[in-house]
């Protein structure tokens, strides 16, 4: 009491006097939520920033997490890896899209799906995609060709194999090998490695081969990126994949990576270089025209893969690769067999050296026939390391 009738009340826990009792109520209340939170936190203002930091940082690991889960899924659709089918439910899937545009007949859709389905029992390629006769044609263009081109190496006969309903976005790896396996099975050397393989495979028969030569022993990182599992899958596959499946046949080849540009602005001269010794080194004569015994070259970048059929000199001493490429159609290719092309044609297979500027190369070639001997010690240095890379 303050003698004048007035009462006080003092704070029992900081000796504050409010004249209010309301007021001293509302005061110590503040006191209890600020010992409570001392309390039951034991956070002082340092330890609130921590634990404000470590919930954000978690927040952002969750995230990333998060970013990687559906970059790893987007990879894998991209890759073929999703489990979402193979040729068989592209083709299938891609051909009910054309019907439901009006842009095939149902009448051809059964017939085109029973003719899939004969393919894929009988593991032979149907063809449909196949263009025969270029390499030939293209001999016949140098010999009449006085413009720009001083010499032309070409390789040995190899039909162009395109990209279907069922492989269209993913396809290029398996097509770029029945190129290369089309030029082999014309050449006798290889009769005896290739006698159980002498007409062309289907898609999935590839995958189903290439899962044979795993199971052999050849490449084992590689296959497992793969979880051991080609077939019935969208997987893309790359040089490693073709070094594999050819050795698993006793086909003498090698890997040569050009793993970085070695020429100005992102080009690659040496792989120009190397393939040039690869088609001129047994053939040194005069003639401008050089048709060669060498089989095509597979090629190979992120992302895609060609077959390279030739070389040309210019006159002008800078070189030019010829290439077929698997998303290049029929229709396109057909023009390349007329004889008396006036060369625009070869548009579609000439890149000089300002045209090939991904950041690595990589190259499959093939030189030759493997002994059973040969064909074991390449297996087990496949355990271990396959390329050989250009400095």
């Known amino acids: ?65 998060k970013r990687e889960r559906e970059e790893f899924k987007k990879l894998q659709r991209q890759y073929g890896l999703d489990n979402s089918g193979g040729f068989k439910q592209q083709f299938l ?11 095939m007949l149902p009448f051809e859709y059964h017939k085109r799906k029973a003719d899939m389905m004969e393919s894929l029992a009988s593991g032979i390629d149907d063809g449909k995609t196949k ?11 140098y010999q009449n060709e006085n413009k720009d081109v001083r010499r032309v190496w070409l390789s040995a006969g190899v039909d ?5 309903l069922g492989d269209r976005g993913w396809g290029c790896g398996y097509r770029n090998f029945q190129m290369l396996l089309s030029s082999l099975l014309k050449n006798s050397s290889y009769n005896d490695c290739l006698r159980d393989t002498t007409l062309i495979p289907s898609i999935p028969k590839i995958q189903s081969m290439i899962e044979d030569a795993w199971r052999e022993g050849f490449d084992p990182h590689g296959a497992s990126h793969f979880n051991n599992r080609l077939h019935g899958s969208k997987a ?4 490693c994949e073709i070094y594999s499946l050819l050795t698993s046949l006793r086909i003498k080849c090698q890997i040569i990576d050009f793993h970085k540009p070695t020429g100005p602005m992102g080009t690659h001269p040496r792989l120009f270089e190397w393939i040039l010794h690869y088609y001129s080194a047994e053939n040194e004569g005069g003639a401008k025209v050089v048709c060669t015994s060498k089989p095509p070259i597979y090629l190979q970048h992120q992302g895609h893969s060609r077959t390279v ?57 093939v030189n030759g ?23």
């Not at 893309?236 to 040089?239: K, L, V």
């Not at 390349?336 to 499959?364: A, C, H, M, P, W």
């Not at 074991?376 to 250009?390: H, M, P």
Request: hydrophobic residues 30%; contains cysteine.
């Open 1 to 65: 009491d303050t003698g004048n009738g007035e009462q006080l009340y003092e704070c029992p826990m900081c000796s504050l006097t409010c004249t209010d009792i309301q007021i001293l109520e509302e005061h110590v209340e503040l006191h209890l939520q600020e010992h409570n939170f001392s309390e039951d936190g034991n956070i002082g203002d340092l330890e609130l920033a921590q634990r404000l930091q470590t919930e954000e940082d978690e927040r952002q690991r969750s995230e990333e997490e």
């Open 93 to 103: 899937k891609n051909m009910e899209r054309e019907v439901d545009r009006g842009r």
């Open 131 to 141: 263009t025969s006769g270029v390499i030939e044609a293209l001999c016949k263009y």
């Open 160 to 164: 162009h194999f395109h990209s279907s």
């Open 236 to 239: 893309w596959i790359g040089a």
């Open 309 to 365: 059929v030739g070389i040309e000199e210019k006159k002008n001493k800078s070189f030019c690769l010829l290439l077929f490429d698997p998303g290049c159609s029929s229709q396109e290719m057909q023009k390349l067999l007329k004889q008396n092309s006036d060369g625009t044609g070869l548009k579609l297979l000439r890149k000089f050296v300002g045209g090939l500027k991904e950041k690595q190369y990589q190259i499959v070639a």
């Open 369 to 391: 026939v493997l002994s059973l001997e040969e064909k074991a010690a390449r297996c087990r240095a496949s355990q271990v390391l396959t390329s050989e890379k250009i400095p």
